[in-house]
């Protein structure tokens, strides 16, 4: 079955891309490139053993869309292809206006034409704005949004929502916390062009030398160490989270339905807890110094998972714990980055060059990072590798 994934060489795209061939899908990427590299191709190549099909196309381009969801045969469309950076959409409200909600309306009028009905939108837990108190269910009520960024996903399910109540659509959209880590293969990751504007990618790429210290936004939140506390959840987890949500979709009998999933693990973590959980686990310090706040970020956020039962009979979610034992973010994307950028590599000796994969952790040492999440297991508890704290 034929999927048409939006952005799929970006950083959550290109990792969909790898689950929906594990589970039998045939992905067709379209892609403009605008954040991400065309090298990816040739990771997820590796992956999966075969090209994977790639439009390179603006998604506002209506004839264009058409045409590809016609001669594709697709069956169901997964929409990542949207502009990310908060701070940014601060700045470029137009741009972000025009590109995250006219792709939008561009792919759903072309698919009401080609009379195809399941979509996947990639939405965020910014909907939630500035949560009253977390964690946040899918029925936390939705408060205005703190940047522009965070509007456009808001008013994006607005649209599907509304669409989906009067026309043949079967829509669901998925709130990611956020998403870190990258495929085990270090293949493919986060690889934003440019300055990254996102915490994980701005940490492994100083970690590798590309960038000389990480700010950190603000010290001064109202939280335990003072800066912001995120749900980080693991890429992969995310990606197959599609997968499931794709299927619960295309197993739904009614012609049309809207609903919204959390896709979080449950769990709080401040930005210097990342920062200091990435310096243990490296071995080495990271340059980092305090900054201001940045402007349009939320205080604290993280996923209510109770509903992790649910999900897992059947309905898009978090994967139980078993299936959570991947090396972690910090060991794979650090690996990536540092493939990417041969004459810093080459400079280091091996021994000084890499992260410890998480799973060379031995039994009985102490401390680390949990394997499923990739945050701290506290010094003060013995590293199992059937232990998760998530
Ligand atoms: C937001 C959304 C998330 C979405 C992501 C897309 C919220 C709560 N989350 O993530 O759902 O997937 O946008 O981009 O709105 N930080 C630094 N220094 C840096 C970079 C970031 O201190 O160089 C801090 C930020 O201030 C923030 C945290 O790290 O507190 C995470 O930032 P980032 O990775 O950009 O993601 P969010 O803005 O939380």
């Known amino acids: ?27 067709v990427i379209v892609d403009d490139f605008s954040n991400s590299e065309p090298s990816v191709l040739s990771g997820l190549k590796k992956i999966v053993g075969r090209e994977v099909s790639c439009h390179v196309l603006d998604c506002n381009n209506y004839p264009a869309m058409r045409q590809i969801l016609r001669d594709e045969k697709i069956a169901g469309v ?32 072309a698919m009401l034409a080609e009379g195809i009905s399941n979509l996947i939108f990639s939405s965020s837990c910014t909907v939630y704005g500035e949560p009253d108190t977390s964690p946040v269910t899918e ?43 990258a495929h085990p293969s270090a293949l493919i990751g986060e690889l934003p062009r440019g300055v990254p504007s996102n915490l994980v990618p701005f940490v492994t790429q100083t970690a590798a030398g590309l960038r000389e210290s990480l700010t950190i936004f603000g010290n001064d939140y109202p939280t335990p160490d003072g800066t912001c506390i995120r749900d980080f959840i693991h890429i992969m987890d995310l990606a197959e989270a599609h997968v499931a949500a ?35 686990v490296s071995g080495k310090p990271l340059p980092y110094s305090i900054g201001p706040r940045r402007e349009g970020d939320v205080v604290a956020v993280w996923a209510d998972v109770k509903n992790r039962a649910n999900y897992s009979a059947g309905k898009p979610g978090v994967r139980s714990r078993k299936r959570l034992r991947m090396p972690g973010a910090g060991s794979s994307v650090y690996r990536l980055y540092l493939r990417h950028d041969e004459p810093h590599r080459k400079s280091r000796s091996p021994g000084q060059r890499g992260v410890r994969p998480l799973h060379y952790r031995r039994r009985g040492e102490r401390g680390g990072l949990c394997t499923g999440c990739c945050f701290a297991w506290p010094e003060s508890r013995t590293y199992r590798e059937d232990r998760f704290c998530c």
Do not use: C, W
């Open 139 to 181: 029925q936390t009520p939705i408060k205005p949004a703190a940047s522009v960024y965070g509007n456009t996903k808001q008013v994006g399910e607005e649209i599907l929502r509304d669409v989906s109540a009067v026309k043949p659509l079967k829509s669901l959209s998925l709130r990611y916390f956020n998403p870190i880590g």
């Open 1 to 27: 079955m034929n999927i048409l994934v939006t952005g799929g060489a970006g950083f959550i795209g290109s990792h969909t891309v790898v689950s929906l061939v594990e589970a039998g899908f045939n992905p």
């Open 246 to 280: 794709l299927q619960y979709a295309l197993n739904k009998s009614e012609s049309s339905f809207y609903d919204t999933f959390n896709l979080g693990t449950g769990q709080g973590n401040t930005v210097l807890e990342l920062v200091k959980t990435f310096e243990k």
């Open 78 to 109: 997964i929409h990542f292809a949207a502009f990310k950076a908060v701070g940014e959409s601060m700045q470029e409200p137009l741009a972000y206006y025009r590109n995250n909600l006219g792709s939008l309306l561009t792919l759903v009028d």
